[in-house]
Structures are given as structure tokens and as C-alpha cells.
């Protein structure tokens, strides 16, 4: 592999393994834990190799009792070296064949292997440059706990694995479901070796070869290579020696060992999202469903209510400013609706402010959380099942926090209650002179009736078109109060109308902000989050 090519391997490598780390944190709190902590290893353990020799490729025989896996070991290794350790117990500790022991001891104390034996060179297969480490690991099947655990921790850690089976047991079912088929993804790294073929009728090779790799092919391991061989006569031990050497030579098992193990664990996390690498994606808020929340959340918090007593008490105060002032005053032993609401106290500070709005109910409760329901429904459609819970609960935490929130909007809320309308202070003058021109009326006709009574001379009274002018000026006076006064009720309702229209799109306004805050962009972020994951585990899977 050229120089460049190892590079650009190298750089998919980081931002594959950056990915996938991203998609784990990403992931936290929505996707198991266990799941979480698996990626977690495998990115601890990639980060660890890498640290490691690169010019060493580690190679690991794994086999079942009886499948000759040592004596193929020993054969590949051109000397019996299984053998020179004899003295180990031979089933509890790998043992490690060596080409180029320089720079290999930091890499044997990672993977835990003590047992180390510098091999001679073989001519054609491997040398002190070749960087070539053999490991012969314990039986899988083994009775002891402490074997089987030393082969899935080497099963996890290894650059190329060599599964050596038997024509007796190749079909066995604890190779295939416990080891081959979990590992599907790293064909590229795998090499199985039918040994003890010279127990086999020359005329059953093939067809066991065959029924081998159909196997196999279930298994997800279709490209994998199948090599027969023969460590007591030596049949094939040449080709499993040049399929080794290919990997060694060509630097590139550790690179692909890594992105197996990525694409594995992204393939766990997928299955874990219920989505296929890349896939699955949530609709989000829209302009039409954060309109309907905030709609449900506006009548369930009594906005239309507020929007009426601004109404009313727009009319009440038009009434006790512009009405006629003999009867005025009666409005004043009316309650302020707005007042009752606690919405009208000048000089309070808004942030500490409360209404005295009736507590919600179970019909407002059952509004919200019906409404809070549907905007979480409609966000999510179309994310796979963790994440579609993920955003659901993120807004039910903002809806346990509405009620108080949406209060403090309302109470916050410039309702213009204490603002005048310029015409109120024309009606008023006008109303006032109308009733003094009345009482100067009824004044001048007292007089002139005093006057009678007491006998003295009482002048003549000016007349307008016959008509007494003090008359004139009651009948005038008392008229245009009337009329002023029911010119300013019409005059108020349409005003109380736009002043009530106007407070209450402020209203909404308010409510809108605090679903925003507490549903909304929550929602919106869970879903970012997710986009966000599919994203990272679409690269992370290459």
C-alpha cells in the first residue's frame, strides 16, 4: 500500500472513529447504557492500538479443542514453539511467536501476553522485518471460565484472526453464533483454515469446503477466505502462510481491524435507535403546529377571559369619564374586572407579579396536556422509538412548568389598562358645560321664581322663537348629557372592542413565548439532537 493511500486510510480512520464518538455522546441518556459503554471500549481500544507499534501485525489462532490449532500454529511457525513451551499450562495463557521483537514488548503488555518466544526467521513467510506477532490462544470451547475469557478479550483486541477448524466440528454452532457471526464486519480481517483435511477422503475436501462457505456466507462472512490445510502433512500450510504474510506486508490490518470494529459499533448503535445507519429522522416543530399549541395553551390559561375584562374595564372607565355626570358617579360601586384579576395594580413589578386568575382546572389540564401531547406527536413523527420518547419527555418537562410560567406572561403582560383615550377628555369637557348650561337654566328659572314670591319685580326673559331662554338652556343642557352620553357608549364598545383585540394578540404573544421556552425549543433540540446523531452515525458506519 502506497504511502498516500495509508494516509488517506488513516484520516477516514479519524474522522470515522471522531464520528462515532460523537454519536455515543450524542446518545447519552436516550440509548442504553450498556450499548453506550460498548462503543465506549471500542474507542478506548482503538486509541490504545494506534498509540502502539504500527509496524507489528498481530495475528490470532482460535480453534476448539481437537482442531489442531497448535499444531497448525507450530506449522505456520516453521518450529515447535507451542512445544518449547510446554512447560506453561497450555490452555490458560496465549503464547506469542515474535518477528522483530524491537518495539513489540509495549504492544504483547497491552494485549496481556506473557509467554513471548522470538522465532526464527522463515524463509519466504516471515523475518526480524517483517513485524509479525503469532498468538496461540486457549481452546474457546474450554471448560475453564479463565480460557474462555482470555479468547473474547483476544477475539476483541487482535489485527487478523485465523479461525482453525475441524472437518468434525466446523459447523459447529458456538463458532459460528458466538464468535464468526457477531464479527460479520471484519471479513477483511478474517482467515479460516479447514485443517486436518488428511482426515478427510480426497473426493469430501471440496464439498466440505463448500458446505464450510455457505456457512459462512449465513453467517455474513460470504468474502471471507477458506484456506484447507493439513499441520500433520503440511497440505496448505504455504497458502495460510501467505495469506498471513499479505496482511503483515500490507500495514493495512490494523486500519481495517479498527474500522470493522466502527462499523460494528455503529451498527449496535443503529439497531439500539431502531434506525439504519443514516436513517431516521423527526419531522420537528412547524410554523402550523407551534400555532396550535400555542392557540390550546392561550384558551386553557384564560386569555380569552383577561381579553374580556380588558373589554369591560375599557367600558366601565369610559363610563366614569364621558357619562352623563348626574348618574357617572353610580359606576364608580362597580368593580373593575380588570382589578378583580389582579392585572391592574400600577406600580407593580411585573417579575413578582401574580394574577388572581381561577386556578386550572381538570377541563384546562386536560387542554394542555392534550395540546403539549399533540405538538410532541407531530415533532417526533418519523424518528425511530428511543429518540421518538426522548422528544416526547422533553416536553413534558416544559408542560409540568407552564402553569406558573404562563401566569407570570398574563400578569407581565402590558394590558394598556391604565392608558386614556383622547376622547374621553373632550366628551368630559363637553358634559360639563351641558350641565352647567342646565343648572344655569334652572338657576336663572329659581330666581325669577323667588322673585315672584317675594312680591318684587321680576324682568322679562329673554325668548328665542318664543321660547324662554332659561328653559332653552335646561332643555339644551339636559339633551346634549344625554346624547354625548349614549354617543360615548357606542363610541366605547368599538374602542373596549379593539383595545380588547389588542390585548389579547399581546396575550398570546406572551403564551406563545413561554411554549417557546418551556416545549418548544426543547422539542426543537431533541430533534436537532437526533439529526444531529443520524448525521455522526451515518459517517461513523463509512
Same mark, same amino acid.
Given at each position: ?7 488517506r486510510e ?16 450524542? !446518545? #447519552? ?5 450498556e450499548?453506550? !459503554? ?27 479443542t ?6 497448525? &500454529? ?19 495463557e496465549?503464547l ?20 513471548? @518466544?522470538?522465532? !526464527?526467521?522463515?524463509?519466504g ?6 513485524g509479525?506477532? /503469532?498468538?496461540d ?14 479468547v ?22 458456538a463458532? @459460528? @453464533? ?15 483454515? $479447514? ?24 453467517d ?12 500433520l ?6 497458502k ?19 474500522a ?15 434506525a ?30 383577561v381579553?374580556d ?17 348626574v348618574?357617572?358617579? /353610580?359606576?364608580? &360601586?362597580r ?5 378583580r ?16 386568575l ?7 389540564r386536560?387542554?394542555?396536556?392534550a ?5 410532541a406527536?407531530a ?31 398574563i ?13 374621553w ?18 338657576g ?5 321664581a323667588?322673585?315672584?314670591y317675594?312680591q ?5 326673559v ?16 339636559? /339633551?346634549?348629557?344625554?346624547? $354625548? #352620553? /349614549? #354617543? ?10 379593539a ?13 406563545s413565548?413561554?411554549a ?14 437526533? !439529526?444531529?446523531f ?9
Amino acid at each position: 500500500m502506497s504511502r498516500h493511500g495509508a494516509l488517506r486510510e488513516t484520516s477516514r480512520l479519524d474522522r470515522r472513529l471522531e464520528a462515532l464518538n460523537d454519536a455515543r455522546e450524542l !446518545a #447519552a441518556g436516550v440509548l442504553p447504557e450498556e450499548a453506550l !459503554a460498548e462503543v465506549l471500549q471500542v474507542l478506548d481500544r482503538a486509541s490504545s492500538r494506534r498509540s502502539l507499534s504500527a509496524e507489528h501485525t498481530v495475528v490470532g489462532f482460535f480453534g476448539a479443542t481437537g482442531s489442531g490449532k497448535s499444531s497448525l &500454529f507450530n506449522a505456520v511457525s516453521g518450529a515447535e514453539i507451542a512445544t518449547a513451551a510446554v512447560r506453561r499450562p497450555t490452555t490458560t495463557e496465549p503464547l506469542a511467536g515474535i518477528w522483530g521483537v524491537e518495539g513489540s514488548a509495549a504492544l504483547l503488555d497491552w494485549l496481556g501476553v506473557r509467554q513471548r @518466544h522470538t522465532a !526464527a526467521p522463515v524463509s519466504g513467510f516471515a523475518d526480524d522485518g517483517t513485524g509479525l506477532i /503469532l498468538l496461540d490462544l486457549p481452546d474457546f470451547d474450554s471448560t475453564r471460565a479463565a480460557n474462555r475469557e482470555v479468547v473474547q478479550r483476544m477475539v476483541g483486541l487482535v489485527d487478523v484472526l485465523v479461525w482453525v477448524l475441524d472437518p468434525q466440528k466446523y459447523a459447529d454452532a458456538a463458532v @459460528h @453464533h458466538d464468535f464468526l457471526a457477531p464479527l460479520s464486519s471484519h471479513g477483511a480481517v478474517t482467515l479460516v483454515v $479447514l485443517n486436518q483435511v488428511d482426515r478427510l477422503p480426497e473426493h469430501e475436501v471440496r464439498p466440505v469446503l463448500e458446505s464450510l462457505r455457505g456457512i459462512l456466507a449465513r453467517d455474513g462472512l460470504a468474502q471471507v477466505q477458506v484456506l484447507a490445510a493439513s499441520a500433520l502433512l503440511g497440505t496448505g500450510v504455504d497458502k495460510v502462510r501467505a495469506a498471513i504474510r499479505q496482511a503483515a506486508m500490507q500495514r493495512r490490518a490494523i486500519s481495517q481491524r479498527l474500522a470493522a470494529d466502527v462499523t460494528r459499533a455503529a451498527a449496535r448503535l443503529a439497531d439500539e435507535s431502531g434506525a439504519a445507519p443514516g436513517g431516521g429522522t423527526a419531522a420537528g416543530p412547524t410554523a402550523a403546529s407551534k400555532a396550535r399549541l400555542a392557540g390550546e395553551l392561550a384558551v386553557a390559561a384564560n386569555v380569552p377571559l383577561v381579553a374580556d375584562a380588558v373589554v369591560r374595564s375599557y367600558k366601565l372607565e369610559a363610563t366614569r369619564r364621558t357619562g352623563w355626570p348626574v348618574t357617572r358617579w /353610580l359606576a364608580r &360601586f362597580r368593580p373593575d374586572p380588570l382589578r378583580r384579576l389582579n392585572l391592574r395594580r400600577e406600580g407593580a413589578k411585573p417579575e413578582v407579579n401574580r394574577t388572581s386568575l381561577p386556578p386550572a382546572g381538570a377541563p384546562e389540564r386536560a387542554r394542555t396536556d392534550a395540546a403539549v401531547r399533540e405538538f410532541a406527536d407531530a415533532a417526533s413523527d418519523g424518528a425511530p422509538g428511543p429518540w421518538r420518547a426522548a422528544i416526547r419527555s422533553a416536553a413534558r418537562e416544559g408542560r409540568d412548568n407552564m402553569p406558573d410560567a404562563v401566569d407570570r406572561a398574563i400578569a407581565s403582560t402590558d394590558l394598556a389598562a391604565g392608558r386614556k383615550s383622547w376622547w374621553w377628555g373632550v366628551f368630559n369637557a363637553i358634559q360639563w358645560l351641558a350641565l352647567v348650561a342646565a343648572l344655569a337654566g334652572f338657576g336663572w328659572l329659581g330666581l325669577m321664581a323667588a322673585l315672584g314670591y317675594l312680591q318684587l319685580p321680576v324682568p322679562e326673559v329673554p325668548r328665542v322663537e318664543g321660547w324662554p331662554v332659561p328653559t332653552l338652556l335646561i332643555a339644551a343642557g339636559v /339633551l346634549l348629557g344625554v346624547v $354625548l #352620553a /349614549l #354617543a360615548a357608549k357606542f363610541i366605547a364598545g368599538a374602542a373596549a372592542a379593539a383595545r380588547g383585540a389588542a390585548a389579547r394578540k399581546r396575550l398570546e404573544a406572551a403564551v406563545s413565548a413561554v411554549a417557546e421556552d418551556l416545549v418548544v425549543e426543547p422539542v426543537a433540540l431533541e430533534v436537532s439532537r437526533l !439529526a444531529s446523531f443520524t448525521a455522526a452515525l451515518k459517517v461513523a458506519a463509512g
